[in-house]
C-alpha cells in the first residue's frame, strides 16, 4: 500500500489491569470482516458474463448497505469490457461516473512492476543484477544492501522494511530522487532476499531505477510507455497524495459511523501509490493485463514474456509476485490480484485466468472507491462480491462494519467518561479505607491504572504490530480510525483524573490523622505472670 495501514496479502484488519486494546482491535476487525461477508469464496466455475443491470443492482445495494459513498467500476473479459460505471457521488456533490478520476493507491505497484520488466526484456536492465549497477546513488548504511537487485525490490524481499526504516514517520521527500536519498542512513532488517516484508520504499527505489535506466522522469516514462500504448488517456502518477491530476475530489473516511469528506493526507507516494486513474481506462488496463500485453484496439503494450515475468514469485516472497499477489490450488494460478488504501481512498484489483476461477475466459475486475476504514472490510466484501458476480453467483450487500464497530467505539467513549466519573467521586471513600497503608502499597495498587495511558501513548506502535510491524503514526490513526483514538484518549485521560483524585484524597485522609498509629492496648493487671 501506498500509505497503506495494511499490505494486499493480509486481505484474504474490560479489566483495568489486563491490556485490552489489541483483543478489542483484534475483535473489531474479525467481526468486521465476517459481518462484511469478506472472506473470500471457494472458487467456482464462471457462467455467463454479469448483465451490467446486475452489477449495477448490486453495487447501489451494497454501497447503501456499507454505507459508502462511492465507487468506480470496470469489468472486462478478454480484450472485451464488460463493463465500467460510477457509483454514489464524489465530496464535491457530483455523481460518478466511468470518467471520475479516483485514487487507485497501491494498485500503482503492478504499473511500477510493469515497466521495470519491460526494460529488462529490452536489455537495459537485469532483473536479478545489483540496483547499484544502474543506480550508483543507492545506498544506505548496510553494505549488504549492495547485493539488493530489481527483483529483490518488486517482490518485497530486499530486507529493507518499515521496522528498520519508519517511512511514514520520517520527512516525506519531493520527488523520487529524495525518496531514495533518505535511505543513506538505513540498516536492513534482513538478508536481501530471505525475507518478505511489504514496505512502499521498495517501490519508490524502483521507480527511480526507472527514471535513471530510462532517462527520463518516472512520469513521462509511463505516460509514454505503458499508459499511452494502453489507451489509458486519463491515467496520471504524482509524487505527493496531496497533488490533484484531473482536479481529484476529496476522499472519505469513518468519524464515529459517518463517512466524512477528508483531504488526502499528504505523504510521498509515487512508484508505491501515486495513480490516478478512471474506470474506463482501468478497463483498458485489465485488458492488457488479460490479453497478453496487447491493447483493446490491438496495440502491444508489453511482450506475453515481460508480463508473464511480473506473475513469478520467488521462494522469500510467498505468494507475492512482482506488484501482484497470486492465489494458486499448488497447480493452477487462480487468481492474480491487488488491494491498496490512502486513508480516504481504496481499490482492488483481480484477474481471473481462464481455466482458473475465471472459467473458459480471462476476466478482470477493479473497483476504486473514494473511501477508506481501518477494516476495510465493506470495500474488500463488495470487491469479493463482483469476483463473485463474475463467477456467475449472487452475492449479498455487506453490513456496515465501520458503522457498527464505531457504535461500539462510542458506546465506550460513553461508558469511560461515566465510569471516570463515579470513581472520582468515591476517591474520597476509597482513600479513607486505605488511609493507613503506606506509600509503597498504594503505588502498587494504582499501577494497572497506568495501563490506558501507556496504551494511549503507545497506540501507533501496537497497531503498527498489529498490521504486522508497519509504521503507522498518529495522523494515520486519526485519518483511519479516528474513533478508536478517542476512546483510547478518553480511557487515558479519565484514568489519569481518578489517578489524581485518589492521590489528592490519600494525601487528605493521612493528614486528617487516618495514618495514626493504634493506640497500645491496655495492660490486664489481673494477669498472672509467669
Not at 524502483?206 to 509514454?224: N, Q, Y
Not at 458506546?411 to 479505607?433: I, K, S
Not at 495501563?451 to 497497531?463: D, E, T, Y
Not at 504490530?465 to 486519526?478: C, F, K, M, S
Request: contains cysteine; aromatic residues 6%.
Amino acid at each position: 500500500m501506498a500509505g497503506t495501514i495494511a499490505p494486499g496479502r493480509a486481505r484474504s484488519v474490560v479489566s483495568p489491569t489486563v491490556n485490552p486494546t489489541p483483543i478489542l482491535l483484534g475483535a473489531l476487525v474479525l467481526c468486521g470482516a465476517l459481518l462484511a461477508g469478506a472472506v473470500p469464496a471457494a472458487p467456482a466455475a464462471a457462467a455467463e458474463a454479469p448483465a451490467p443491470a446486475a452489477v449495477d443492482r448490486y453495487l447501489t445495494e451494497s454501497l447503501r448497505a456499507a454505507g459508502l459513498p462511492g465507487a468506480v467500476v470496470a469489468i472486462t473479459r478478454g480484450d472485451e469490457v464488460l463493463h465500467t460505471a460510477g457509483y454514489g457521488r464524489d465530496s464535491a456533490g457530483a455523481p460518478l461516473s466511468a470518467g471520475s478520476p479516483v485514487a487507485i493507491a497501491s494498485l500503482s505497484k503492478s504499473f511500477t512492476a510493469l515497466a521495470v520488466a519491460m526494460l529488462a526484456e529490452e536489455g537495459r536492465l537485469d532483473l536479478d543484477a545489483p540496483v547499484r549497477e544502474y543506480l550508483p546513488e543507492f545506498r544506505t548504511a548496510d553494505p549488504r544492501s549492495d547485493r539488493i537487485t530489481a527483483r529483490m525490490l518488486l517482490t518485497h524481499t530486499s530486507g529493507l522494511s518499515d521496522s528498520v526504516f519508519p517511512e511514514m514517520s520520517r520527512e516525506q521527500p519531493a520527488d523520487l530522487r529524495g525518496a531514495v536519498a533518505r535511505l543513506a542512513e538505513v540498516r536492513l532488517s534482513a538478508d536481501p532476499g530471505s525475507t518478505w516484508s511489504y514496505h512502499n520504499p521498495n517501490y519508490h527505489v524502483a521507480a527511480r531505477l526507472v527514471e535513471a535506466v530510462s532517462g527520463r522522469p518516472f512520469a513521462d516514462h509511463l505516460s509514454e510507455r505503458v499508459f499511452g500504448p494502453a489507451g489509458m488517456t486519463a491515467t496520471a502518477t504524482r509524487d505527493s497524495a496531496a497533488e490533484r491530476p484531473y482536479g481529484l475530489p476529496d476522499g472519505y473516511a469513518p468519524v464515529f459511523g459517518a463517512m466524512v469528506a477528508r483531504p488526502a493526507l499528504d505523504h510521498f507516494v509515487n512508484g508505491s501509490g501515486g495513480i490516478v486513474s478512471t474506470a474506463e481506462d482501468l478497463a483498458r488496463w485489465l485488458i492488457v493485463q488479460s490479453n497478453g500485453g496487447v491493447a483493446a484496439d490491438g496495440t502491444r503494450v508489453v511482450s506475453a514474456a515481460a508480463l508473464a515475468a511480473t506473475r513469478e514469485t520467488v521462494p522469500a516472497g510467498g505468494d507475492y509476485a512482482l506488484g501482484w499477489d497470486l492465489d494458486t490450488d499448488g497447480e493452477r494460478v487462480l487468481r492474480v490480484h491487488h488491494g491498496g488504501t490512502m486513508f480516504s481512498a481504496s481499490a482492488e484489483q483481480v484477474l481471473l485466468p481462464a481455466d482458473g476461477d475465471g472459467g473458459g475466459a480471462d476476466y478482470g475486475v477493479a473497483i476504486a472507491f473514494n473511501s477508506a476504514s481501518a477494516t476495510g472490510a465493506e470495500q474488500l466484501a463488495i470487491a469479493e462480491g463482483l469476483v463473485e458476480l463474475v463467477r456467475g453467483g449472487s452475492p449479498e450487500p455487506p453490513a456496515p462494519v465501520s458503522a457498527i464497530t464505531d457504535a461500539v467505539l462510542a458506546a465506550l467513549c460513553a461508558a469511560t467518561v461515566l465510569l471516570g466519573v463515579v470513581r472520582v467521586r468515591r476517591a474520597p471513600a476509597w482513600a479513607r479505607r486505605r488511609a493507613r497503608r503506606g506509600r509503597a502499597l498504594i503505588a502498587l495498587g494504582l499501577a494497572p491504572r497506568l495501563v490506558p495511558i501507556a496504551l494511549f501513548l503507545g497506540l501507533p506502535a501496537l497497531a503498527g504490530l498489529l498490521l504486522g510491524g508497519r509504521d503507522v503514526t498518529w495522523p494515520t490513526i486519526l485519518y483511519s480510525w479516528p474513533a478508536l483514538a478517542a476512546w483510547a484518549g478518553l480511557a487515558a485521560a479519565a484514568s489519569a483524573w481518578m489517578l489524581a483524585a485518589r492521590l489528592r484524597a490519600w494525601a487528605r485522609a493521612r493528614r486528617a490523622g487516618g495514618a495514626r498509629p493504634p493506640e497500645p492496648r491496655p495492660i490486664d493487671a489481673t494477669r498472672q505472670l509467669p
